[in-house]
């Protein structure tokens, strides 16, 4: 099973862009890579997924390298309530099992 | 749509007694999850359903868990008895279609065991 790798946290200044990095070297080719995101005390929230092409949506862009190792979400400008934890995910098998790993703390300041 | 509705919100009990906690999906949705998430462990996977069937459920701890979905729009996660390290967040998540479509997770059910 591919699995991945973020860092624990980090913090991002109000309506600056957020880059959320995350490596998923071993990932095969037909897994998607996920975002969800976890606001305190609420139940994930998806955000985005992705094959190999770059894609984006009205709440952020994920940018996938040339041989899907890594991965960036990209937050364009980040809001207070863009503060939460964010999984980074790759599908686990056929029927679509996700396994959240410990994710990203994101704190946005003013 | 109202989302996944998840009952009870929060739920304090003592050791040894059932609990069960209760989920509608999406309507329309044709794949459920549940899950568990503590500080520890973070979230885990406990049961997948599939068109009311269940198809995976080898993240259920052990037989005092059991899951239920008699219908469409209705699923029940069952502890009996309940011990204090089963204190978690149970969510429920709904999803549509085809396995690389998005879940759609309900509130959470606060449970702690006394």
């Known amino acids: 099973d591919a699995k991945t790798t973020q860092p624990p946290s980090m913090d991002c200044a109000e309506g600056r862009a957020a880059n959320l990095p995350c490596n998923h070297s071993?990932?095969?080719?037909?897994?998607?890579v996920y975002w969800y995101r976890q606001i305190h005390s609420q139940g994930p929230q998806y955000i985005i997924h992705g094959l190999k092409n770059n894609e984006t949506n009205e709440m952020a862009s994920l940018i996938i390298t040339e041989d899907r190792k890594s991965s960036t979400l990209i937050l364009p400008h980040a809001t207070l309530r863009d503060t939460a934890v964010y999984y980074c995910i790759v599908r686990v098998n056929s029927w679509g099992k996700l396994q959240f790993g410990a994710g990203t703390q994101v704190v946005v300041t003013p | 749509d109202a989302g996944v509705i998840q009952s009870p919100r929060h739920e304090v009990t003592e050791m040894g007694q059932e609990v069960t906690l209760r989920c509608k999906p999406i309507s329309g949705h044709n794949s459920l999850f549940w899950y568990r998430q503590t500080m520890m462990r973070g979230l885990e996977l406990l049961i997948y359903f599939n068109n009311n069937v269940p198809i995976d459920d080898s993240g259920m701890p052990e037989d005092r868990f059991s899951a239920k979905m008699p219908n469409a729009s209705f699923s029940t996660l069952k502890i009996q008895p309940s011990e204090p390290r089963d204190s978690a967040v149970y969510f429920c998540a709904s999803r549509p279609g085809a396995a690389h479509n998005e879940q759609f997770f309900g509130p959470g059910t606060r449970l702690t065991v006394l």
């Open positions: 071993t990932i095969s080719g037909n897994e998607y």
